[in-house]
């Protein structure tokens, strides 16, 4: 019979899906069928699913590291920001359409019955469901209507374990206040806590132990140091971007990045983070585009007209059109891409009002958005290098001109992409690219770099093995299996 436990956190960006994918390893590697389970989730960090949909990235990993594909039934309701009032919807992989936060509110109890067949299907499947919340259940102002926390836990009926992170600060007024805020109900629900992202001692932790203990009552599951290599994995959403860890200065070759307000599937420059020959310069708001760069890579875009205003906005055009100019590269993925071409238009609204934009004119393409969402697994060619690529395509609208006659990739599905007559200027639809070895080696070589050994996917896997390993020696795995249960879904079949 499937158990589940339900991991809860004192707020955003704790470390949930973290300690869910190394749990999902862990019990993996101890002969369980696990599987992972979001059932709401907010990032523009996507991933297509074997079924053909889309759910969180986080997700996908979480799945990779119980040794299963990722399904649409792994995250069944994800929020996609398109503007700072509202968010595409996608409901069992597909899109459903979109709303404002408000209006939002007012949907979510309706998909709470998707939410739970989802759950049941996946559990018929497993001896354990991880179950990831998002946020905090503290959070009480948005506790009507909730699917995501505690309202997903009573209706499935399963219990929580909270998570609280000590790095930022005030972690035992974290668990006790969130504690404090639960009604009796709720708090008869958790089993215990975590403290994640400790620095120094332990030891020095046991009287904020204690006295957690006296206010809540709850046991603690473990006290997890923080795990450093956790930046080397696709993070779950842009949040991530504010504590990456730099890459190294003085690399041979220099990649710079505009920070884009909407970006999505930034996971896609992973890869050339790690490249020891590599430095990858992430740009803000406010700061030039660098002059010394040899690439500049437009990455994808929840948002795409808007974020080119804002290029536009930021004079990172200009910036973009010198370095050009002096001979250097420049590489559009995805909503970057239709950006590099001469006009965008937008004629359903699909992103927004229903509108038209400039493109930067560095290609010899235009888009129209609309026409449905392409989610396809790709693989093929890069024709420049020959070297074999691999991905996904996730994008609206259809990209057509000159262009296209000089594609970038020889897909399993056709051409794809556009590439200048001078060959500085690129972009495709394909994200992932980067994580084929042999592509991304032979893409650096024509920049520049030396060559690296680095192996992007073995790395991913011996992360997680190590991730596991941490949690093993620092939680108490056997206590936190224990209390896992049945959910009400399961036993009532």
Known sequence: MSRALMLQGTGSDVGKSLIVAGLARAFTRRGLKVRPFKPQNMSNNAAVTVDGGEIGRAQALQARACGIAPTSDINPVLLKPQSDGAAQIVVSGRVHGAASAREYRALAPSLLPAVLAAFDRLAATADLVLVEGAGSPAEINLRMGDIANMGFAEAADVPVALIGDIERGG????????????TVNERARLVGYIVNKFRGDVSLF??????????????????????????????????SLRHLRPAAEGGLVKIAVPLLPRIANFDDLDPLRIEPGVELALIRSGLPLPRDAALIILPGSKATMSDLALLRHEGWD????????????????????????????????????????????????????????????????????????????????????????????????????????????????????????????????????????????????????????????????????????????????
Do not use: N
């Open 171 to 182: 972690v035992i007024a974290q668990l006790v206040g969130t504690h404090a805020l639960l």
């Open 206 to 239: 046991d009287g904020g132990i204690a006295a957690i203990d006296a206010h809540t009552g709850l046991r603690c599951f473990g006290v997890v140091p923080y795990f450093a290599d956790a930046s080397l994995l696709p993070a779950e959403d842009s949040m």
């Open 318 to 493: 200009i910036d973009l059109l010198a370095h050009h100019r002096q001979g250097g590269h420049i590489l559009g993925l995805c909503g970057g891409y239709q950006m590099l071409g001469r006009h965008i238009a937008d004629p359903e609204g699909i992103e927004g009002p229903p509108g038209e934009i400039a493109g930067l004119g560095l290609l010899d393409i235009e888009t129209v958005l609309g026409h449905g969402k392409r989610l396809a697994d790709a693989a093929g060619r890069d024709i420049a290098t020959g070297a074999p690529v691999w991905g996904y395509e996730m994008h609206l609208g259809v990209t057509t001109d000159a262009g296209v006659a000089r594609p970038m990739l020889e897909l399993d599905g056709g051409p794809d992409g556009a590439v200048s007559a001078d060959g500085l200027v690129a972009g495709c639809y394909l994200h992932g690219l980067f994580a084929s070895d042999p592509f991304r080696r032979a893409f650096l070589a024509r920049l520049g770099a030396p060559a690296s050994a680095v192996a992007y996917h073995q790395m991913i896997d011996e992360v997680l093995d190590g991730l596991a390993d941490h949690l093993e020696r620092h939680l108490d795995l056997t206590a936190l299996l224990a209390a896992a249960r049945p959910p009400r879904l399961i036993r009532a079949a």
